[in-house]
């Protein structure tokens, strides 16, 4: 039998071999794997993501990379954004150049909005089939509220217009978006997208038809028949509320009342825990901003969308896949960037603007002009 010295003198080598096998751990310090089991930050989380996709920003789509440059440099200022920005206006100068020399006249309209409505026909999912079966008595609808539309609002956000401005304005005016923004098969179809179109509307001076779709809206969309909606229309529905907010906050440019819209703020905080549960990231993250484009940030709803938001990035990765283990960029590039404004808010900014920020704005694409140059070429045209 070992003796007392004997024993003391084994538990002594042991610890001599543990010490030599793993020289750079010290007692209370964590080793690596123990440090993992931490959970990040919120901010953490965004900074994983927004750094995963800058890295690859510009292997994205014009749009894609547009859309992620313009919605962080109103978010940050940081000119490290401009690039995708100048994409963005060089996507939006080429649509509103073919649309204003190529597809003005009614049945230059018809002919490119049966062509775009055909890539609904066929397409698998609740959300197509509705969209392709509603929209091929209107469409005329794919052109102007879902190009035209999207490409004249975001060139005037810029502080620019297109050269022949007056010419698309016209052609806007021969349509009545109401009939479009109060069909509640409309809505069902693209209740988002007319949120936006509304608005774009009335920042653009034509048509204001923004109270009207909302009256349409919450006649369409009654709570108490919530439980009747599939789990499709159930996130069109939620997808229509935050677009208002969104697009009233001028897409993230101004912070919003949220008095103006209490109807929306009183039915998130009721039904959040169904809202996360019943719809996908993009919209839940939106819920979210919604509360923080109205200052409200320590809301309990906000750390309800962010727990849900940071529990959807899967471990050891540094995204959101669009489904499960799908992790492509430009898919996933929506409901990731939401994921970084929602973890990571800082603040809206009114950016970036012709008029005060001329860096971005040295060389516009062809087709775009400051606003006041865009008036004065048409008081020559008009004046022969």
Known sequence: MLNKCGIASILFIIFICQSIAAPNTQIGTPTANE???????????????????EQRLYTLP??????YALRMYRQTLDNKYAAGIWQDMARVASTLNHFANDVTTPEAIYLYSQQRLSSYKGRQGERSRLRFSVTKHHPEYIYLGVDLLSAMARADEYGLKHKHDKRLRQVLRKYD?????????????????????VFWLRQLGEQDVVEAFIQAFRKTYPDDQDKALSKQQYENKIYGM???????????????????????????????????????????????????????????????????????????????PSGKDDFNLALGEHRNLLAIMLLGWQQPHAAPKYDQNPAIFRDLPYGLEPKQAAQDQNQKTDDG
């Not at 440090?35 to 996709?53: G, K, L, V």
């Not at 978006?177 to 179109?197: C, E, G, H, V």
């Not at 009342?257 to 019943?278: P, V």
């Open 177 to 197: 978006f109401s009939l479009y923004a109060t069909d509640p098969q409309m809505i069902r179809a693209w209740a988002a997208q007319l949120a936006n179109q």
């Open 242 to 320: 935050t677009h208002i907010i969104i697009a009233a906050s001028g897409y993230y440019q101004h912070p919003v009342s949220a008095a103006d819209y209490q109807w929306i703020y009183h039915y998130f905080r009721t039904n959040i825990e169904t809202i996360i549960a019943r719809t996908k990231p993009d919209v839940i993250a939106e819920v979210g901003l919604s509360f923080l484009l109205a200052g409200l940030d320590k809301d309990p709803v906000v750390t309800q969308t962010r727990q849900a938001i940071q529990a959807a990035i899967p471990p050891l990765k540094q995204m959101i």
């Open 62 to 67: 014009a749009f894609k990379a547009g859309h």
């Open 35 to 53: 440090a993992t089991t931490f959970p990040p930050s919120y901010q953490d989380s965004a900074d994983q993501i927004a750094e995963y996709y």
